[in-house]
């Protein structure tokens, strides 16, 4: 994805959240439910307000951040290298907050659904991303798995991203079991692999580092 297009797709969902909101403002109670706990119970309010344009403004700011981020990176040049796949990601994550922000949305105008299992398959196809962009990724200071072997020489940092986008997408197909247990199983299916993978590619980064050494 060119950098023109996630600026307007960005820029298309931005506006829908904050219209959304405005539409949906005098529909709500004072008190909006926000957070749901790993049994699907509601336990967790926001004034409308705040639960109405949060998300909207959240979007904006990671937006901005996102854009921002990479104009300040030390290796810029390499960020160019793989710019579809960082543009991408961005859009993959704001579309997910967007969608976790209609979903909150469509709870509190009354429709009843279990949320935690509304959640499972769009986090599994973001992980999926994640997975997909890992491998062509190359050093930069603000994306990616970045540790100081990583860092510190450019094959390491290739050959832990090749792994981490196998486990991510590993990870991704995992937590879609979670689609067939209880919310309170499901949980464990989503986050373990994921964490797992993190965790994993840490050290994976650490044992080529042992294998290779500084490439200064």
């Known amino acids: 994805m060119n950098t023109k297009t996630s600026y307007i797709v960005i820029a298309i969902i931005t506006l829908l959240s904050f219209a959304i909101g405005f539409y949906l403002y005098p529909l709500l109670p004072a008190q909006i439910a926000s957070h749901w706990g790993l049994s699907g119970e509601v336990?967790?309010?926001?004034?409308?307000?705040?639960g109405l344009f949060l998300m909207p403004f959240l979007i904006v700011f990671l937006s901005i951040l996102f854009f921002w981020l990479p104009k300040i990176d030390p290796l810029k040049e390499n960020v160019k290298a793989f710019q579809k796949y960082y543009n991408a990601t961005i859009v993959g994550i704001i579309f997910f907050l967007f969608y976790i922000h209609l979903l909150t949305l469509a709870w509190n105008i009354g429709?009843?659904?279990?949320?935690?299992?509304?959640?499972?398959?769009p986090l599994a196809i973001l992980w999926y991303g994640l997975g997909t962009a890992l491998p062509h990724i190359k050093q930069n200071w603000f994306m990616g798995i970045r540790t100081p072997w990583t860092m510190a020489n450019p094959k390491v940092w290739d050959e832990t991203h090749l792994w981490s986008g196998k486990a991510f997408r590993y990870s991704a197909i995992i937590s879609l079991i979670g689609l067939f247990l209880p919310s309170y199983l499901m949980f464990w299916f989503l986050i373990i692999p994921?964490?797992?993978?993190?965790?994993?590619?840490?050290i994976y980064s650490y044992l080529l580092f042992k294998k290779y050494g500084n490439s200064k």
Do not use: R
Request: charged share 10%; glycine share 10%.
């Open 111 to 121: 429709y009843v659904f279990d949320m935690g299992k509304m959640i499972v398959l």
């Open 43 to 50: 336990n967790g309010y926001l004034s409308k307000s705040w």
């Open 194 to 202: 994921i964490m797992a993978s993190a965790f994993g590619s840490v």
